[in-house]
């Protein structure tokens, strides 16, 4: 296995820059200025990568993800590891399952867990009444009353697409 220093890197760079301006030229003359210049920007790139230190950290990189691979698949603690993981996912699937699911149905006490109306139909301490229908609400904020069709409503949406020229 060469190491990163038993490969001259500024050649080599160097040289996939040099490859990719000439067939940036090639790009240019054919497909004109916009691939000419895309080409150019790439080209630059294995020069920049080399002359920032990135090509350094890419085989770090590399070597770090070769290793693990390497050791994990040759380890039983490992695959133990993966086992456990998969047994901690089944235990977060099912412990959302068991959330969603509602409480069973009401006990002696005549409480059922929820925050609702009690069976007689009043609020239990700390809930909230039911809201009002939603067209009343809609009709008394309009300040219309409750015997209005909806055609009307519908009627002043067309007026004013109409006025914007929507049909």
């Known amino acids: 296995m060469s190491t990163y220093s038993q490969i001259a890197w500024l050649p080599l760079c160097g040289g996939l820059t040099g490859l990719g301006l000439v067939v940036t030229w090639f ?9 000419g210049l895309r080409g150019v920007a790439w080209s630059l790139l294995p ?7 990135a090509i350094e950290m890419i085989w770090k990189i590399g070597v770090a ?21 998969g047994i901690a996912l089944v ?6 399952m068991l959330r969603r699911t509602r409480p069973g149905k009401a006990g002696k006490d005549g409480k059922d867990g929820t925050d609702g109306p009690a069976r007689d139909g009043k609020p239990k301490d700390g809930a909230k009444a039911a809201p009002a229908r939603k067209g009343k609400a809609i ?25 914007r020229g929507i049909s």
């Not at 020069?47 to 230190?53: D, Q, R």
């Not at 235990?91 to 959302?96: D, E, T, Y």
Request: hydrophobic content about 45%; proline content about 1%; glycine content about 12%.
């Open 27 to 35: 790009a240019f003359r054919r497909r004109g200025f916009r691939a």
């Open 47 to 53: 020069l920049a990568a080399y002359l920032t230190g």
């Open 65 to 85: 993800i070769g290793d693990f691979g390497t050791s994990f698949i040759f380890s039983p603690e490992k695959w133990v590891g993966v086992v456990v993981t």
């Open 91 to 96: 235990a977060f699937v099912a412990s959302g």
């Open 139 to 163: 009709a008394a904020r309009s300040g219309a009353t409750a015997g209005l069709d909806d055609d009307d409503d519908f009627s002043e949406v067309e007026k004013i697409l109409r006025s």
